[in-house]
């Protein structure tokens, strides 16, 4: 199947908004090929059709990609599975869990553990490194949360449950719209055209 290079959001996006529409992303925004399709409370077998802890944002090689919330760099390294990744803590929020977030497959790290960083701020570039990216240039974002962002283990959530503008409406960072720092909520992790 042929995905749109920009506006198209994955048919397996679940329905999240209130108003019981599909996940709305603006025509400016890169498309997202594949939805969140977590592994379901007490299964352990990796190769049922699920797992996928995040959104896949689909882009060429080298395509800015940007932090998504203030926060601090946790971790940027390389892993064969994954390629480079990024994780940034957005610090504690209103119900006192830490929540973060995960850049994957990059092909660039531009940050380094304990940089502080912007919303907005350039922090990688898109890529297709590690086994699991399939050879296809994409960003593999995720939003997590735990009581500790020191400790490895965190709880994955859909991404479509952050979005500055609203549950399952797709925000595009505007350097010139100021938003809050709380509760958490994030712009999408590459600009839009």
């Known amino acids: ?16 908004r209130e108003d019981g529409k599909a996940v709305f992303i603006p025509e400016r925004a890169p498309s997202i090929s594949q939805g969140y399709k977590p592994r379901p409370f007490g299964k352990s077998n990796m190769t049922e059709n699920y797992n996928h802890e995040g959104i896949d944002i689909i882009g060429k090689k080298g395509t800015p990609v940007i932090a998504s919330a203030p926060g601090v760099v946790i971790s940027a390294f390389y892993r064969p599975l994954f390629g480079n990744r990024i994780l940034i803590n957005h610090g504690m929020d209103l119900n006192g ?5 995960r850049y994957v497959h990059l092909d660039k790290r ?22 699991l990216a399939g050879g ?3 960003l593999h974002f995720e939003i997590r949360s735990g009581v500790n962002p020191a400790i490895s283990r965190s709880e994955p959530h859909n991404p479509h449950r952050f979005w500055s503008e609203g549950i399952g409406i797709v925000t595009c960072f505007d350097a010139i719209r100021p938003l809050p720092d709380k509760p958490f909520r994030t712009t999408y992790p590459v600009p839009c055209k």
């Open 110 to 131: 531009l940050v380094k553990e304990g940089d502080i960083v912007v919303r907005g701020q350039q922090i990688g570039t898109l890529g297709s490194t590690g086994l």
């Open 1 to 16: 199947m042929f995905i749109q290079q920009y506006g198209y959001v994955s048919s397996d996006a679940d329905i999240i």
């Open 136 to 138: 296809f240039p994409h």
């Open 97 to 101: 869990m830490y929540f973060m977030s």
